[in-house]
């Protein structure tokens, strides 16, 4: 019950967020599309993050109205910070039909900052060992924020993320969406105390992970801890009572 309030207040808040003159039309992009979408809360903690950090480039695994929320925020921050006019977002997609819809819904002003893949999906086995479910063509490029929302998961965690951890020069946060098997197995990967699971938004998340923090053999699989993800990622100043990490 008390995730329930702290959840319902993050509601409130992000849908006053959401009547900003600048971001109000993405509700017309969100009756559009038949897209089932994620949830306020998952729209305003994306765009929050991007209007935030001002990442130079975001990796999206499955696309949808999130994609809309996302090139909204880089257009915001290309408005407010010309330094940020490059920025850019990649949404990656594997069923024709997600894809072309949401070609159809972003806004034309939006296009601009962000770039759509359509990839087959698989079956792939991160370390010869670990079987994932995973884009056959990722972008060649390095990334700082993963949003996991995508492939299906068929019971396997994500395995997109260990390819992009691995290869990445910089450090790269991860926000998941709902996915907790593929959040426990991240968890199991890293040390302890990097990766978290929002309760409230169901969320999982880790902050600044690079390939030398990959474990050589997991660790046990232990219930994910707790944290508020807004918090974490210093999204907001004021924020409800609803950290227990």
Known sequence: SQQREVHDEYTGIANKYCEDSFRNPLSGCMKRSISGGA?????????????VHKPRRVLELG??????????????????????????????????????????????ELKSYVTFHLSMAEVFHWRGILPTSSYMQLPDESF?????DGPPAE?????DMFKIIEKSPVPVDIIIDKRVKTTMTLDRYLPKGI??????????????????????????????????IFKHFDL??????????
Request: some cysteine; charged content about 20%.
């Open 39 to 51: 949830s306020m809360t998952d729209y305003y903690c994306l765009h929050r993050y991007i209007c």
């Open 63 to 108: 696309c949808g109205i999130s994609s809309c929320i996302l090139a909204n925020a880089f257009a915001e921050n290309a408005i407010s910070d010309p330094a940020c006019a490059g920025n850019h977002l990649h949404s990656m997609e594997h069923l024709e039909k997600y894809f072309a819809d949401v070609n159809k819904v972003i806004p034309d």
């Open 144 to 148: 700082e924020l993963l949003f996991v």
């Open 155 to 159: 019971e396997r965690s994500n395995g």
């Open 195 to 228: 990766v978290w699971f929002d309760y409230a938004q169901e969320l999982g998340f880790a902050r600044g992970v690079t390939g030398d923090m990959l474990l050589k053999e997991p660790r046990m699989t232990m219930p994910l801890r707790h944290r508020d």
């Open 236 to 245: 907001i100043e004021s924020m409800p009572n609803g950290d227990s990490a």
